[in-house]
């Protein structure tokens, strides 16, 4: 059974689906972070991205805490993202009616982010 709030949001996630709203920002975003892992900078440090949608997950290397780094980077940026508990992965999950402006935005700050956090690594490890 459907509560009138719960119907609303079927109805507006019927509506971004069918205008392929979610479908464009979600081949931006991922266009945008498998440049990442052809990047020779951050190349290295990326094992995986995946998702479904604009649910988002990036998952690093064995480097430690290079996701939490990533994420202080994006906050001090003043973007939230998430990491998970246990592997070193980030998690998008912007919402759904999301402009191309915003998406454009939040993206930039994630590639600086990661290249940022990147650069400082690979100058350490040296």
């Known amino acids: 059974m459907l509560r009138q709030g719960n119907k609303k949001f079927s109805i507006a996630l019927?509506?971004?689906?069918?205008?392929?709203?979610?479908v464009r920002r979600s081949k931006?975003?991922?266009?945008?972070?498998h440049e990442l892992q052809?990047?020779?900078?951050?190349?290295?440090y990326i094992k995986e991205i995946r998702g479904l949608g604009l649910m988002v997950g990036i998952e690093f290397q064995d480097y430690p805490k290079i996701a939490s780094k990533v994420q202080q980077k994006?906050?001090?940026k003043e973007m939230i993202v998430f990491t998970t508990s246990i592997?070193?992965?980030?998690?998008?999950i912007p919402p759904l009616n999301i402009t191309q402006e915003d998406m454009a935005k939040g993206c930039g700050i994630l590639r600086d982010a990661i290249r940022e956090v990147c650069k400082a690594m690979a100058e350490t490890s040296k």
């Open 74 to 76: 994006c906050l001090e």
């Open 28 to 33: 931006e975003i991922f266009g945008m972070l």
């Open 14 to 22: 019927s509506v971004s689906i069918e205008s392929n709203v979610v």
């Open 38 to 44: 052809k990047d020779e900078l951050t190349k290295p």
């Open 87 to 92: 592997f070193e992965t980030l998690r998008l």
